[in-house]
């Protein structure tokens, strides 16, 4: 089982600029989470997804955020316009209903 | 999701049994006990989980009291790669309550 998939590992970006992270799920999960992780915050839950459905977005910081989930195989966190208190490691997470199994990360750096 | 009260951090010999407590006195009968750890920079693994069994698999034992008011994570054999942050989270199983909560856990240092 390859695990959940991220993409890109590292990006460095500058503030204005678009960010999309991208995220394969491991195969046959319905759930798919979004977590942000900082120093100052910890590890925050932006967005969960049921069968590529939105359940949960409470946790997005902005309109400057956007996920989706075209099919059960890949999903996308885009920041529109970026900004330097967006750096931050993005986790993707899949689950079927238990325990959930997080991705490596993409470690974004806004400057 | 009901709160953890974990200690900030911990310390344990290598070798050694490190055991660590969870408090959550406020768990619903149809909530989880969940463990994670984050060893720095890589994603949360997840570890173990339990309803009101003590339960056990090849990383760690977790023990679960009768009132299921608190837990504690048993890692029976520590080595320097078991050094993490360990959240204990209390989670349902499905719906719109299905996601986790990370707290602040504990650090766990092994040492030699």
């Known amino acids: 089982d390859a695990g959940v998939i991220q993409s890109p590992r590292h990006e460095v970006t500058e503030m204005g600029q678009e960010v999309t992270l991208r995220c394969k799920p491991i195969?046959?999960?319905?759930?798919l989470f979004w977590y942000r992780q900082t120093m100052m915050r910890g590890l925050e839950l932006l967005i969960y997804?049921?069968?590529?459905?939105?359940?949960?977005d409470s946790g997005m910081p902005e309109d400057r955020f956007s996920a989706k989930m075209p099919n059960a195989s890949f999903s996308t966190l885009k920041i529109q316009p970026s900004e330097p208190r967006d750096s931050a490691v993005y986790f993707c997470?899949?689950?079927?209903?238990?325990?959930?199994?997080f991705g490596e990360g993409s470690w974004l750096t806004v400057v | 999701d009901a709160k953890t009260t974990q200690p900030p951090s911990m310390d344990c010999a290598e070798g050694r049994a490190a055991n660590l407590p969870c408090n959550h006195s406020?768990?619903?009968?149809?909530?989880?006990v969940y463990w994670y750890r984050q060893i720095h920079s890589q994603g949360p693994q997840y570890i173990i989980h339990?309803?009101?069994n003590n339960e056990t698999n090849e990383m760690a034992s977790l023990i679960i009291t009768e009132d299921r008011k608190s837990s504690t994570l048993i890692l029976p054999h520590a080595t320097l790669r078991d050094t993490a942050v360990y959240y204990c989270?209390?989670?349902?199983?499905?719906?719109?309550?299905?996601?986790?909560?990370f707290g602040t856990g504990t650090r766990l240092q092994v040492t030699l």
């Open positions: 195969s046959g999960h319905d759930y």
């Open positions: 989270i209390v989670r349902a199983s499905t719906g719109t309550a299905s996601k986790l909560t």
């Open positions: 997470a899949s689950s079927l209903g238990g325990a959930i199994y």
């Open positions: 406020t768990i619903s009968g149809n909530e989880y």
């Open positions: 997804f049921n069968n590529n459905v939105p359940i949960d």
């Open positions: 339990g309803l009101k």
